[in-house]
T-cell receptor
């Protein structure tokens, strides 16, 4: 699985947008970009995924660079409940790998 | 909503004891996984199963075994617990990767924090 690089930690204020970056310079053409997050004392949960185009869902937006070597998870209006560790993961949907390979992720702190 | 439950949130065992961690999912998922999570090492896959009675080793299977006798239940077994198996254990489940479930997101349980004394 190709490697991703994320900042160890980020901090933001409640009700402000948050942009969580992820670098994946060795991404292959068949790798999808997935984001999971892990709230305190819980297991990880799926947030969003994309291939080339920007994606939106009820939880977040995913902006993917044109060369696909980086992406940004956007929380449009952070709440205290968004404080979590956010993981950016590449998944190759052709090779059939079933496991998720988690890096260290970004620990997001939200200030009231 | 998908629900993945684990038998205990916290467990304390002694070195040498046999330990069973149970995981149950209610979404009829074929795939089930056991991960462990340690500070600085992230989540690492121990074993996974893609069908009843089928299992595959993950990245760190040593010291563990698994059992999948029913589709909804996946057990992780520590035959003789050791202190280096003190960790957070996370179970997950998903559909298999098919044309219908290309991205087969994984659904995680709340975790079991195991301490081996």
């Amino acid at each position: 699985d190709a490697k991703t690089t994320q900042p160890n930690s980020m901090e933001s204020n409640e009700e402000e947008p948050v942009h969580l970056p992820c670098n994946h310079s060795t991404i292959s053409g068949t790798d999808y970009i997935h984001w999971y997050r892990q709230l305190p004392s819980q297991g990880p949960e799926y947030v969003i995924h994309g291939l080339t185009s920007n994606v939106n869902n009820r939880m977040a937006s995913l902006a993917i660079a044109e060369d696909r070597k980086s992406s940004t998870l956007i929380l449009h209006r952070a709440t205290l409940r968004d404080a979590a560790v956010y993981y950016c993961i590449l998944r190759n949907t052709i090779q059939g790998a079933q496991k998720l390979v988690f890096g260290q992720g970004t620990r997001l702190t939200i200030n009231p | 909503d998908v629900k993945v439950t684990q038998s205990s949130r916290y467990l304390v065992k002694r070195t040498g004891e046999k330990v069973f961690l149970e995981c149950v999912q209610d979404m009829d998922h074929e795939n089930m996984f056991w991960y462990r999570q340690d500070p600085g090492l992230g989540l690492r896959l121990i074993y996974f199963s893609y069908d009843v009675k089928m299992k595959e080793k993950g990245d760190i299977p040593e010291g563990y075994s698994v059992s999948r006798e029913k589709k909804e239940r996946f057990s992780l077994i520590l035959e003789s617990a050791s202190t280096n198996q003190t960790s957070m254990y996370l179970c997950a489940s998903s559909f298999p990767r098919t044309s219908r479930h290309v991205h087969n997101e994984q659904f995680f349980g709340p975790g079991t924090r195991l301490t081996v004394l």
